[in-house]
């Protein structure tokens, strides 16, 4: 639609919503969340939360793993077909052929159904940044949220934390509490001195609330208060952080009852596909030797890779191998890196039906260059069967480095 797929701005969009009538002014309250890792997690943390509180929850997200209206969540379900096209003509038609991004353009689409259906609340999820994001319109929603700022899109963000940190603190409102997750110190300054300057209350991790395992549980402190909780049937202990950024969110948001008993069916029943999922069904799983596991996450940066590290410490019962994918504006060595040590095998593909994709050659030389036993494949499937033709143990693969790779393998197994 637009020479260039990613171009952060504003003003097409709200030129666009000025012809549609200005759906971002006739939305529930919104919950606005931008950050680097864990923006998903978190809304699917607060939309299972708040479900459990018997509200009706739009949510927008990005990208989707299999089905585009898995972005467009309409109090309670995806966007039907039917609904989802009649939207996107009547933008095309308002549009008129004027320059717009894909992103844009579906974002003022999504807003038009959020307003023309009624719901208790929106969770409206950043796409890029957060000060240019198509989804900055909202002139005052009901919470911002940020979670964890790390280093990625840097040639869109800035090189730096404090340059990214600043970006992404672009969803702050004057006088609209923000809630953020613990952080470090360059990007925490950054904030605090936005929501200084805008007047905005800040609720930080680490310092107004924390959280911490406790066996089978989780501890949240904050508020004056201390709730065990459930762990979340999300996996790793990153999760566990996302979900007490959502309990501190419900905490904070104005006009809603959450009840503790609510809180924890939402860590029970929360589902957000394609982040350290295990596949149980499907081409994939069925052709492996007993005993072995296939799992996907689609984290693509050297953060999400570290929490990865992280969760597979707890995986040393069984050898641990990779299948890798990524797309070319990414660093392969700063993802691949925490996961060295961990992983034996490394089985690379580029990613099916992506023009961005990184050469799967490429993505091997950047695993070879860290000491890994790195070879390229040309689809998952033979990928997985190089490994388990040369591992004698039951073992475990992970197929990692891109929500776009993710969504092929859900969509190819079920």
């Known amino acids: 639609m637009h020479p260039k797929l990613i171009d952060l701005s504003l003003g097409r969009i709200e030129r666009l919503l000025a012809r549609l009538g200005n759906p971002e002014r006739r939305l529930p309250p919104v919950v606005h969340v931008a950050g680097t890792n864990g923006k998903g997690s978190v809304v699917a943390f607060l939309r299972a939360i708040l479900e459990a509180a018997g509200y009706s929850v739009h949510a927008y997200t990005s990208p989707h793993l299999v089905r585009f209206n898995e972005r467009v969540r309409l109090a309670g379900g995806d966007i039907s077909d039917e609904a989802l096209a009649a939207l996107l003509e009547e933008c095309e038609k308002v549009n008129a052929g004027e320059v717009i991004t894909f992103f844009e353009i579906t974002t003022a689409a999504a807003l038009v159904a959020f307003a023309r259906a009624p719901a208790d609340v929106l969770l409206l999820e950043t796409g890029l940044g957060g000060r240019l994001d198509a989804t900055n319109v909202v002139p005052r929603p009901a919470l911002t949220v940020l979670t964890p700022v790390s280093l990625d899109h840097q040639h869109f963000l800035g090189e730096t934390l404090a340059e990214i940190a600043g970006e992404k603190a672009g969803i702050v409102k004057p006088g609209v509490v923000c809630v953020s997750a613990a952080q470090e110190d360059a990007v925490a300054d950054v904030i605090a001195g936005r929501a200084a300057a805008l007047g905005a209350p800040l609720v930080s991790g680490g310092r107004d609330w924390s959280v911490r395992g406790d066996g089978g549980g989780m501890v949240f402190e904050g508020g004056g208060r201390t709730r065990t909780l459930p762990a979340p049937a999300l996996v790793g202990a990153h999760q566990v952080e996302n979900a007490a950024l959502a309990v501190a969110c419900v905490d904070h948001l104005p006009g809603f009852t959450v009840p503790d008993a609510a809180l924890a069916q939402g860590m029970a029943t929360v589902e957000w596909p394609g982040r350290l999922q295990r596949l149980m069904r499907g081409p994939l799983a069925e052709t492996l030797p007993a005993g072995w596991e296939v799992w996907v996450d689609g984290g693509h940066n050297g ?112």
């Open 303 to 414: 953060a999400a890779a570290a929490a990865l590290a992280a969760h597979a410490r707890h995986w040393r019962s069984r050898p641990l191998h990779l299948i890798f994918g990524i797309l070319g504006s990414k660093d392969p060595v700063a993802f691949l890196e925490p996961l060295a040590a961990a992983a034996g095998y490394l089985r690379t593909v580029a990613i099916p039906g992506t023009v961005g994709s990184l050469d799967a050659g490429e993505a091997a030389a950047a695993g070879r260059s860290l000491g890994m036993d790195a070879e390229p494949a040309d689809t998952v499937a033979e990928a997985l069967a190089a490994i388990v033709a040369r591992e004698t143990r039951p073992a475990r693969v992970l197929i990692c480095g891109s929500l776009y790779l993710v969504g092929t393998v859900l969509r190819e197994n079920g």
